[in-house]
């Protein structure tokens, strides 16, 4: 069968339980010839936010997209706008699923949700899924897979898609600077002696003027799908973050997640198991990767030291944030019991990138 490919799901984890009656009267009222047969749910493992299932009755598939449990932060997992945003791209960018219906009723699944569509493939996060054959040209394929989608994505027009009337294009970056370092504010816990410099450093080296285009601001490998020979992203998920806004600070960002075997252990594994890119030496090094992002789209990159210092700050604010729920008894996931050691270390390495010329 082909979902059973993907290898991408378990069985929901404990606290996070859908109601199944009352999803399966939704469902029934809203899905044109569901089939019959019993309502199976899975949950998606990757991802430390959103809280994303599979949902099957007979042959028919479906994902659904919900907020993480407890307080959230304000204007963050809006629900609405994602399935707003993939209704505008995904008839101009296939690789973004279909939405299928929104809901804003809590009372189904306790918050307001989404369904899309089911895209079947590998997603690789931390490893190749058994019985693949890891090659160098393997990885230098899928690297360039990952630059090629980045660009093509950059390359769309934004002004022939709703995302025109969500977005600010003008002084993005200002607000994206001033805008983290206040969240990182509101969610502080620990006092760490480089934040006030970095803080200052970012703010001062704001570039002045940029490009404008659709982003989708958590550009990586555990959000994107590829067809079973690897030779082609099938599906590109997570686009809570997307926006109109500028293509190097989508590019900082997927490079904050692009780790390589030479990073420092606490980089490369503060979220957990080594990412894919720090495990096979066929990836291509973050270097390469913005070299030839350079070359297919055009764009100068030489103030590039600015968005990966920014990236990396972004990142440590994510975790931060993270931290912070767990600290005040909001989750009890013991993920994240670790994370105010791979926060204060992404502080200090923002900091060290923030001197180097790229």
Known sequence: MPHQMSKDTIPVRKGEELNLAALGEFLQENIKNLPGGPLEILQFSAGHSNLTYQ?????WEAVLRRPPLGPVAPKAHDMEREYKILSDLHPIFPTAPKPLLFSNNESIVGSPFFLM????????DTSFPDGISVT???CRNLSE???DRLVELHSLDYRQTGLAHISKPA??????VHGWIGRYERAQTDEIAC???LKKWLINHIPQKHESTIIHYDYKFNNAMFNEDFTQMVGLFDWEMTTV???LADLGVAMGYWNQNDDSDLLIRGLGKAPITAVHDGFFTRKEFIDLYAKKSGRDITSFNFYLTFAYFKLAVIGQQIYYRYKKGQTTDPRFANFNYF?????QHAASVADERY
């Open 343 to 347: 926060v204060k270390n992404l502080l």
């Open 195 to 197: 934040l006030e410099q």
């Open 171 to 176: 002084g993005f970056m200002e607000r994206q």
């Open 145 to 147: 897979i990952m630059v």
């Open 117 to 124: 569509e089911r895209k079947n493939g590998y997603v690789i």
């Open 136 to 138: 160098d040209d393997l």
């Open 245 to 247: 806004g500028d293509p």
């Open 55 to 59: 949902i099957k009755k007979g042959n």
